[in-house]
């Protein structure tokens, strides 16, 4: 009995040491469970397709005859960065994409700021400037062919009764690329005003109350209080408008499958038109590659360049 | 001021105020919450529109002047400093917009930084200050402008208890150096009491009494005022007719029901200790008495321990009388034998 109780009072320290390591073990690794689900998640449909779109890249290969994969290594990049149709596609995505984010977040912002006072029918203004956000963009496609419709459209119809000739619209080279901008900047309105009013609406009252004191012009007032204050918004809307301006397909799939003369073709529709129309796959997936580089280079300049700007509360 | 009126939505908020504010006075408004206190400072400031009556700034009226045109700079209860501008260009803001140089703008701010203790910090955001130091900011950013009159609004309420001591001193100092006008709006008495030297009481709109300090804790016009003012607040024992009041540490506790009493006492009551609070130097004793709850403060040389019956009396020149309708204060002097409570004249 004597003996029993020597060696377990012995044994103790090294027990507890054991447990310690153990229970040190097991807080190391407790973060990595917590986040393993949403690791998962995102290695499953994020970061595994991201990386075999590059594998696919770099092989000649058709959705027809997957059986038949050939390693033609930097070959489709070469391809297509020496192709005049590609860079066409290229130019009238960054053209899209610029006007798109600059008339879309502009006119948001005036919006915003004449819907941000006390009016009476600002109620029913912000309910029908955002509408167009709820609805598909299928069916806004279709409603806008028919607004430009050159013969039948209520556009052409309204600038034929104010006395103005009538636009070509989507059937022209010049007009058509134009057009696309303006239904993807309705689209988005809607969406950036009500993002901007609540922004808008977040400043403190008393900060304006302090500019009127200090004799701050309206102008003054937008520049150095309203515009700092809304940074944040600001800048969210620049990068979530300026990836989905890059991701256009559905209006040119329905309005002009990217023509005339491949006018109004941009980056994600080109990539379906390469992999299903030309079964090209090799094309296809090193168009991917670049859009993806375009997209997260235009996202770090954008962090780069407005990291001292923005201001977060 | 002249017959001032705020309405919003049909609601009177300032019901026809009266008030003159003489130049270079300390004046606080004082009031509970929702008595239109601060609604009538940022009249002044032009802030909220007047919806009738007159303000006039130096004998001209400025109700329909712009804020920034009045004159006058305001130190806000969350300082209001701008979030994305460093100290300086706080500070500098409102003098460039006046159309000072860059030049002059850079001495007026370091001039001040300098008084207010501010230097090293001119170039730091107001995220990366103290609450203490964000108030100096905000101090600075309306002296620079050198106004004809300060507005405050409550801008010690976001210190803590030991800061805002310490800002209490410095503001009245501060204001007996530059000799402006301050107009200071608080709900706290310690401040107004200690800060002002006229002290304008408000309640429900209107002004309730205007007077020094010390006027209004001896002379309290009405019984809003009587216990507004005074912590603990005024004892008041109501009657068939009026009311009467008398302060805490002016009612002597003796220990027993003896009316071994001073023979000059106005008024006497019997009846026992149910609580008692030790605040250091002084004890607050609650007394259950005949005629109501009854406080007394006393200084802490011998406690009394709870449950010991005690006689209160108040000599009667300590003695307050309240008209039961209107609240009005009447004359001490008139006190009758039969208008008191169930404890009597002694």
Request: hydrophobic share 45%; charged share 15%; glycine share 6%.
């Amino acid at each position: 009995m004597q003996k029993a109780v020597v060696a377990n009072s012995a044994n103790a320290p090294l027990l507890q040491q054991e447990v310690a390591v153990k229970a040190g073990r097991l807080t190391k690794v407790r973060p990595y469970l917590y986040v393993l689900p949403a690791l998962l998640f995102f290695s499953a449909f994020f970061f595994i397709p991201i990386l075999y779109i590059i594998y696919l890249s770099v092989f000649d290969w058709s959705l027809l005859n997957l059986e038949e994969m050939e390693w033609v290594g930097w070959q489709n990049y070469a391809d297509l960065l020496s192709d005049a149709d590609f860079h066409q596609v290229l130019l009238n995505t960054m053209l899209f994409t610029v006007a798109t984010v600059v008339l879309g977040i502009g006119l948001s912002f005036l919006l915003a700021l004449w819907l941000n006072q006390k009016r009476k029918l600002v109620a029913v203004v912000q309910a029908s400037v955002f509408s167009p956000h709820i609805i598909s963009l299928v069916s806004v496609s279709m409603l806008w062919m028919w607004l430009m419709d050159p013969q039948y459209g209520l556009l052409n119809a309204l600038l034929e009764f104010i006395g103005l000739p009538a636009y070509t619209w989507l059937a022209d080279t010049k007009s058509a690329l134009l057009s696309l901008v303006l239904v993807s900047v309705w689209k988005v309105v809607g969406y950036n005003t009500i993002v901007f009013i609540a922004g808008l609406q977040s400043i403190p009252k008393d900060l304006y109350e302090a500019a009127a004191l200090d004799r701050s012009t309206r102008w003054q007032t937008l520049r150095r209080i309203t515009i700092p204050m809304l940074s944040p918004t600001l800048f969210f809307l620049l990068i979530t408008n300026t990836i989905s301006s890059f991701q256009v397909f559905d209006t040119i799939s329905i309005m002009t499958q990217g023509g005339p003369v491949n006018s109004t073709n941009m980056l994600v529709y080109y990539i379906y038109e390469q992999g299903m129309d030309y079964y090209n796959g090799g094309l296809a997936s090193a168009a991917s590659v670049i859009l993806l580089g375009l997209v997260g280079l235009l996202t770090v300049f954008h962090f780069w360049t407005m990291r001292k700007r923005v201001h977060y509360r | 001021m002249q017959q001032v009126v705020k309405k919003y939505n049909n609601q009177t908020v300032v019901k026809g105020l009266d008030l003159v504010i003489p130049d270079g006075s300390f004046t606080v408004l004082v009031g509970p919450s929702g008595c239109g206190k601060s609604t009538t400072l940022r009249m002044i400031a032009g802030l909220e529109e007047i919806t009738a009556g007159d303000l006039l700034i130096d004998g001209q009226r400025v109700n329909d002047l712009a804020p920034g045109k009045r004159d006058v700079a305001m130190v806000f209860q969350n300082y209001a400093l701008y979030p994305t501008m460093n100290v300086f260009d706080n500070i500098a803001f409102g003098l460039l917009n006046r159309g000072f140089s860059k030049k002059d703008c850079k001495r007026m701010v370091e001039e001040i930084a300098e008084i207010v203790g501010l230097s090293s910090y001119l170039q730091r955001k107001p995220a990366e200050l103290s609450g203490g130091q964000r108030q100096r900011v905000a101090l600075a950013r309306a002296m620079v402008k050198k106004p004809r009159v300060f507005l405050m609004d409550e801008p010690l309420s976001n210190l803590d208890a030991k800061l805002r001591n310490q800002m209490r001193v410095e503001l009245t100092s501060l204001h007996k150096q530059l000799g402006t006008t301050f107009i200071y709006v608080t709900h706290d008495q310690v401040e107004a009491m200690t800060m002002g030297d006229q002290i304008v009481v408000m309640n429900e709109g209107e002004i309730m009494q205007k007077a020094s300090p010390f006027e209004l804790y001896q002379q309290p016009a009405n019984l809003f005022v009587a216990q507004f003012i005074g912590s603990p607040a005024m004892n008041i024992l109501p009657t068939d007719k009026e009311s009467i009041g008398f302060r805490p540490e002016k009612a002597m506790l003796t220990a027993g029901s003896a009316r071994t009493i001073q023979p000059a006492a106005g008024f006497v009551d019997h009846g026992r200790i149910v609580a008692r609070e030790i605040l250091g130097s002084d004890v607050l004793y609650y007394v259950s008495g005949r005629a109501g709850k009854i406080i007394a403060r006393k200084a802490a040389d011998e406690l009394l321990a709870e449950g010991t019956e005690v006689t209160v009396s108040v000599a009667a020149e300590h003695l307050y009388r309240f008209d039961q309708e209107t609240g009005r204060a009447l004359s001490v002097a008139a006190i009758k034998q039969e208008s008191l409570p169930s404890g009597g004249l002694g």
